[in-house]
């Protein structure tokens, strides 16, 4: 990634407000972001254990919490520590990303650095890095190499997050429902919770938004956050099968630890601290890395249509799959994604991926035939390997497989590991599980291939220094739609994404249901309007953005001119008004910094929104193509009208959106060239 500015000094004590005080033995070391909005505390407590706290404007965000950590079979590492020094630096860097929710991102930030030693003992060593924007902090332990801590086995992290109230948080269990995070999020107060994956996202009694989450988690396990009383989590850190943590040697460090606070949801869900805690691109060529939207072989097996496994109804044949890619190249469509292509689906897959082989295709898939065709009709294949969390038999075959792909001209690949575990032992969100799934993303960059992971270890910014790593499920997509107990994802869930799940990044969540028709035994079906699915083009964001039901399901629908014409990459986002779990307006503009699109949806509740236009550019009249709830619009008894309009718009209008139960509204704004 390219950056376009940079600063980085060491800088005076003073000038960017760090200082320690003595109160008894007590010591005290804070520093503002570079705006002065957040403040983070650390000090030992008299004991010497670690311990920090964080404000913004003045108001609390996390009161004084614990910091440390524990090992099998030696000493933890939790008190009896002394300040060596500290280190103080400031960075102003501006990067561009290749693709994104935003074309460049700054990251602005002041750094305290705390090198810490056991005043008795072995004298061991940790360094406690904290780095504060003004619209949170990040901090990560660094253990050193040094000859009294080598190998561990890290058994527990003490890490803290002390509110001063029982706050509202909107959550999602862990492993209890599913190991891959598919739930609904849930709003309750932190009492009514137990442990709960991140990221986690609070209301405060201080009427601050607070998101808690981690930043670059490679080679570690994944944290999640055990309530220890009605206003602190502490850090919980996925095991491995025989109990232990996380398996290091030092030198090593962990992931970020991440709080991010802002006045209005929308300030949290555009924070960029995430991306800013990973590492530059290490991929230095990125002109095969291409945001795409896709159509696939797929929705059809949810739907008992087709099946996966071979028979009179397989999916996946070259018949078939010649017919959606002529559908993808008749409405610029970049790519068709194609499940169930080769040997391994027959019988119950889902209990043993053993079976499957990425490298060989049923007898009626001809792959180079396929990929011949789509190439003519300048469409690629997406590839698809499902392991059923075999990923020990999946690394087996990597290098061929993704071989055979690049050979093939397939430069996309969604991977499945549809199983509560790995090999049958392994949580998904373990280290076992961080392990393998960055092994994949880096074997597939050096085949350029570009990765859409399902049943994944949730998203930590990883796709800055691999931006290969296009997109993820982690999280209740729109498959559960088709099958689900439940009849289905609720509209409350949607509109709940933009502050939870999608504080992780991109998520694949295959919006574009046209149809509403279908029958399931389960009695499931999207619970939206259809202006609510084309919302969801800009409220949901994939770099790689499927339109997921059957092609004959656009034919001839004017609606569907807007699936074709949203880009799936922006330059700029803004959240506008909106209620986590209610309602949410998000406007983002393309890639070449020219059109505007809005994306509004609700909850089970229609409503009246009134939206100024003042993100638009000031002087320049815009073609707002409106695509509202119809007459009678509702999203249980009838979900199809769909009302499209035109009228001329500048940054001065004021719109009035009227949302249906259930319902949406998706724009199209153009300048006017004059």
Same mark, same amino acid.
């Given at each position: 990634?390219?950056?376009?500015?940079?600063?980085?000094?060491?800088?005076?004590?003073?000038?960017?407000?760090?200082?320690?005080?003595?109160?008894?033995?007590?010591?005290?070391?804070?520093?503002?972001?570079?705006?002065?909005?957040?403040?983070?505390?650390?000090?030992?407590?008299?004991?010497?254990?670690?311990?920090?706290?964080?404000?913004?404007?003045?108001?609390?965000?996390?009161?004084?919490?614990?910091?440390?950590?524990?090992?099998?079979?030696?000493?933890?590492?939790?008190?009896?520590?002394?300040?060596?020094?500290?280190?103080?630096?400031?960075?102003?860097?501006?990067?561009?990303?290749?693709?994104?929710?935003?074309?460049?991102?700054?990251?602005?930030?002041?750094?305290?650095?705390?090198?810490?030693?056991?005043?008795?003992?072995?004298?061991?060593?940790?360094?406690?890095?904290?780095?504060?924007?003004?619209?949170?902090?990040?901090?990560?332990?660094?253990?050193?190499?040094?000859?009294?801590?080598?190998?561990?086995?890290?058994?527990?992290?003490?890490?803290?997050?002390?509110?001063?109230?029982?706050?509202?948080?909107?959550?999602?269990?862990?492993?209890?429902?599913?190991?891959?995070?598919?739930?609904?999020?849930?709003?309750?107060?932190?009492?009514?919770?137990?442990?709960?994956?991140?990221?986690?996202?609070?209301?405060?009694?201080?009427?601050?938004?607070?998101?808690?989450?981690?930043?670059?988690?490679?080679?570690?396990?994944?944290?999640?956050?055990?309530?220890?009383?009605?206003?602190?989590?502490?850090?919980?850190?996925?095991?491995?099968?025989?109990?232990?943590?996380?398996?290091?040697?030092?030198?090593?460090?962990?992931?970020?630890?991440?709080?991010?606070?802002?006045?209005?949801?929308?300030?949290?869900?555009?924070?960029?601290?995430?991306?800013?805690?990973?590492?530059?691109?290490?991929?230095?060529?990125?002109?095969?890395?291409?945001?795409?939207?896709?159509?696939?072989?797929?929705?059809?097996?949810?739907?008992?249509?087709?099946?996966?496994?071979?028979?009179?109804?397989?999916?996946?044949?070259?018949?078939?799959?010649?017919?959606?890619?002529?559908?993808?190249?008749?409405?610029?469509?970049?790519?068709?994604?194609?499940?169930?292509?080769?040997?391994?689906?027959?019988?119950?897959?889902t209990a043993d991926g053993s079976a499957f082989s990425f490298v060989k295709a049923y007898p009626d898939f001809?792959?180079?035939?396929?990929?011949?065709?789509?190439?003519?009709?300048?469409?690629?294949?997406?590839?698809?390997?499902?392991?059923?969390?075999?990923?020990?038999?999946?690394?087996?075959?990597?290098?061929?497989?993704?071989?055979?792909?690049?050979?093939?001209?397939?430069?996309?690949?969604?991977?499945?590991?549809?199983?509560?575990?790995?090999?049958?032992?392994?949580?998904?969100?373990?280290?076992?599980?961080?392990?393998?799934?960055?092994?994949?993303?880096?074997?597939?960059?050096?085949?350029?291939?570009?990765?859409?992971?399902?049943?994944?270890?949730?998203?930590?910014?990883?796709?800055?220094?691999?931006?290969?790593?296009?997109?993820?499920?982690?999280?209740?997509?729109?498959?559960?739609?088709?099958?689900?107990?439940?009849?289905?994802?609720?509209?409350?869930?949607?509109?709940?994404?933009? &502050?939870?799940?999608?504080?992780?990044?991109?998520?694949?969540?295959?919006?574009?249901?046209?149809?509403?028709?279908?029958?399931?035994?389960?009695?499931?079906?999207?619970?939206?309007?259809?202006?609510?699915?084309?919302?969801?083009?800009?409220?949901?964001?994939?770099?790689?953005?499927?339109?997921?039901?059957?092609?004959?399901?656009?034919?001839?629908?004017?609606?569907?001119? &807007?699936?074709?014409?949203?880009?799936?990459?922006?330059?700029?986002?803004?959240?506008?008004?909106?209620?986590?779990?209610?309602?949410?307006?998000?406007?983002?503009?393309?890639?070449?910094?020219?059109?505007?699109?809005?994306?509004?949806?609700?909850?089970?509740?229609?409503?009246?929104?009134?939206?100024?236009?003042?993100?638009?550019?000031?002087?320049?009249?815009?073609?707002?193509?409106?695509?509202?709830?119809?007459?009678?619009?509702?999203?249980?008894?009838?979900?199809?009208?769909?009302?499209?309009?035109?009228?001329?718009?500048?940054?001065?209008?004021?719109?009035?959106?009227?949302?249906?139960?259930?319902?949406?509204?998706?724009?199209?704004?153009?300048?006017?060239?004059?």
């Amino acid at each position: 990634m390219k950056n376009i500015r940079y600063r980085y000094c060491i800088i005076a004590l003073a000038s960017i407000l760090i200082y320690a005080c003595s109160a008894g033995t007590k010591k005290t070391y804070k520093i503002n972001s570079p705006g002065k909005v957040t403040e983070l505390v650390f000090e030992l407590t008299v004991s010497g254990q670690p311990q920090y706290s964080f404000t913004s404007n003045g108001k609390s965000v996390i009161e004084p919490s614990l910091m440390g950590f524990e090992f099998q079979g030696i000493q933890k590492m939790t008190e009896g520590f002394e300040v060596v020094s500290t280190e103080e630096k400031s960075a102003d860097a501006t990067w561009e990303q290749p693709w994104g929710e935003f074309k460049k991102v700054r990251d602005h930030h002041n750094e305290l650095i705390v090198h810490l030693k056991e005043s008795k003992g072995e004298e061991r060593l940790v360094d406690i890095i904290f780095r504060v924007f003004d619209d949170g902090v990040g901090f990560r332990y660094e253990f050193p190499k040094q000859p009294n801590l080598g190998k561990v086995k890290i058994s527990n992290e003490i890490t803290q997050f002390t509110f001063k109230s029982n706050n509202d948080v909107w959550w999602i269990p862990v492993h209890r429902e599913n190991s891959y995070y598919e739930s609904e999020y849930r709003k309750t107060t932190i009492s009514k919770t137990d442990t709960i994956n991140t990221p986690a996202t609070f209301e405060t009694k201080e009427n601050l938004y607070v998101a808690i989450h981690e930043a670059n988690l490679t080679d570690f396990a994944s944290m999640t956050l055990l309530k220890t009383s009605d206003k602190q989590y502490k850090s919980d850190l996925v095991p491995w099968a025989d109990g232990v943590k996380v398996y290091a040697e030092t030198p090593f460090k962990t992931p970020w630890r991440t709080v991010v606070v802002g006045k209005t949801p929308g300030e949290v869900a555009t924070s960029t601290i995430m991306l800013n805690l990973n590492e530059p691109s290490k991929i230095e060529d990125l002109s095969w890395i291409t945001p795409s939207k896709y159509i696939g072989i797929w929705w059809g097996m949810h739907l008992e249509k087709f099946t996966w496994g071979q028979g009179p109804k397989h999916g996946a044949t070259t018949k078939n799959t010649k017919e959606y890619i002529d559908f993808a190249a008749k409405n610029n469509f970049d790519g068709v994604l194609v499940e169930g292509w080769n040997e391994g689906w027959d019988g119950d897959w889902t209990a043993d991926g053993s079976a499957f082989s990425f490298v060989k295709a049923y007898p009626d898939f001809n792959l180079e035939e396929i990929t011949k065709y789509a190439a003519i009709k300048n469409v690629r294949l997406i590839g698809h390997h499902e392991t059923a969390g075999a990923s020990k038999h999946y690394e087996g075959q990597l290098e061929d497989a993704f071989k055979l792909y690049q050979k093939m001209g397939v430069n996309s690949v969604k991977t499945g590991y549809v199983n509560k575990y790995l090999d049958k032992k392994e949580w998904h969100d373990s280290q076992y599980a961080s392990r393998h799934y960055r092994k994949v993303i880096e074997t597939a960059a050096k085949y350029h291939i570009m990765i859409d992971n399902h049943e994944p270890i949730k998203g930590t910014g990883i796709q800055r220094t691999y931006p290969n790593f296009m997109s993820q499920e982690g999280g209740r997509g729109q498959e559960y739609n088709a099958w689900s107990v439940d009849g289905g994802n609720t509209p409350q869930h949607l509109t709940t994404l933009p &502050f939870t799940r999608m504080l992780s990044g991109p998520f694949d969540y295959t919006p574009g249901n046209f149809n509403f028709d279908y029958k399931t035994p389960s009695g499931a079906r999207v619970q939206t309007t259809l202006a609510n699915q084309l919302a969801l083009y800009v409220i949901i964001f994939s770099p790689l953005q499927m339109a997921s039901d059957l092609p004959e399901n656009y034919v001839d629908k004017p609606e569907f001119q &807007f699936i074709k014409d949203v880009p799936c990459t922006w330059s700029d986002t803004k959240v506008l008004d909106s209620k986590i779990g209610e309602y949410t307006t998000i406007v983002r503009k393309d890639w070449d910094e020219k059109n505007w699109y809005l994306g509004s949806i609700t909850n089970k509740d229609a409503r009246d929104l009134k939206v100024t236009l003042s993100f638009l550019d000031k002087g320049k009249e815009y073609e707002a193509e409106i695509y509202a709830d119809g007459a009678g619009a509702n999203y249980k008894t009838n979900p199809y009208p769909v009302t499209i309009s035109k009228q001329k718009v500048n940054n001065q209008t004021v719109l009035n959106i009227k949302l249906a139960a259930g319902g949406g509204t998706a724009i199209k704004f153009t300048p006017i060239e004059k």
